[in-house]
């Protein structure tokens, strides 16, 4: 398998992992107390898989890498289990809105391969 050759810094990797963090965070801010500590371990693993996916996207754009399209169908599956599992920690009443918003997303991200 090729070496994956980083497309973002370090430095700039953490910084888009930190704005998703805030983003997911702002999404989620009406969930109980009880979620909380949960949610913030979800969130980071989503914003983590959100700009790796973004990376590789950019990979394989730029170089046709058929390694990094592997890498990226298989990472995608799990970043829609960790986002099914934050729209699950959701109110009720927001759970719809927020899905149908993360549909759109996940959508989003099939249609650019």
């Not at 702002?26 to 989503?46: C, M, P, R, W, Y």
């Not at 829609?80 to 997303?105: C, F, G």
């Amino acid at each position: 398998m090729k070496a994956f050759n980083n497309i973002f810094t370090e430095q700039k990797r953490e910084s888009l992992i930190k704005a998703e963090e805030q983003r997911l965070t702002g999404i989620f801010e009406n969930v109980g107390q009880t979620k909380e500590k949960a949610l913030k371990d979800v969130i980071k693993s989503a914003a983590f898989y959100s700009v790796m996916l973004q990376e590789l996207q950019i990979v394989i754009l730029r170089e046709g890498a058929y390694d990094s399209l592997i890498l990226y169908n298989t990472i995608l599956p799990t970043y829609s289990d960790i986002i099914s599992t934050l729209v699950s920690m959701l109110p009720e009443e927001e759970q719809n809105d927020a899905a149908a918003k993360m549909e759109m997303l996940i959508r989003s991200i099939y249609e650019d391969e």
